[in-house]
Nanobody, 126 residues
């Protein structure tokens, strides 16, 4: 079965960087889209960044210019490079995968199309 395991979270000072990783395994079909979502305490989960099978990416306006999503197909690993972190970036970050025909642009508002989720990694910015 599909497994997604996030790592790389932690505590960081405002302005600092972190890189999240998501190791994917257990699937034989092509994953059409992968994304990063986050949920702060008392907040709804929101899309942060996504990449689809055509290599297109999209990032939320709140992180545009600071966060970069990338996918290493050889290692089956999804990354989120986060620079210039702000306290409002504090959240649990989740990796998600979809086998449905969803594009990166659609993904940020289409988490219901993502059937596979990791357990999350906490990012705290102070």
């Amino acid at each position: 079965h599909v497994q997604l395991v996030e790592s790389g979270g932690g505590s960081v000072d405002a302005g600092g960087p972190l890189r999240l990783s998501c190791a994917a395994s257990g699937y034989s079909s092509i994953v059409n889209c992968m994304g990063w979502y986050r949920q702060g305490i008392g907040e709804e989960r929101e899309g942060v960044a996504a990449v689809d099978s055509d290599g297109r990416t999209d990032t939320a306006d709140s992180v545009k210019g600071r966060f970069t999503i990338s996918l290493d197909n050889a290692r089956n690993t999804l990354y989120l490079q986060m620079n210039n972190l702000k306290p409002e970036d504090t959240a649990m970050y989740y990796c998600a995968a979809s086998f449905l025909r969803v594009t990166a642009i659609e993904a940020l508002d289409a988490e219901a199309d993502f059937g596979y989720w990791g357990r999350g990694t906490q990012v705290t910015v102070s």
